[in-house]
């Protein structure tokens, strides 16, 4: 199974200068969650499309999770043409 996080956009809302997407719920970044849902999932692969926010890129790396940016790429991924 694959899997496809969304996970663009500022928080611009939230009024804050963390990206929204790590905010700490329950001690791990709201990312973080969704990344070990997957995880207890088994999935093979995951992308995550991200903004580009270093800290959220840095924390992905340090998942092993891989990024995209573009939609082209996304979809390619998606569809099974590499990328």
Partial sequence: MKALVLSAGHGKRMRSSIP??????????LLGWV???????N????????????AVIDFLKDKGVKTSH????????????GG
């Avoid at 990344?35 to 999932?41: H, I, R, T």
């Avoid at 996304?74 to 043409?81: A, F, H, I, L, M």
């Fill in 20 to 29: 929204k997407v790590l905010h700490p719920i329950l001690g791990r970044p």
């Fill in 43 to 54: 999935c093979e692969e995951i992308i995550v499309v991200c903004g580009p926010e270093k």
């Fill in 70 to 81: 573009s939609g082209r790429e996304t979809w390619n991924w998606t569809c099974g043409y």
């Fill in 35 to 41: 990344l070990k849902a997957l995880e207890v999932l």
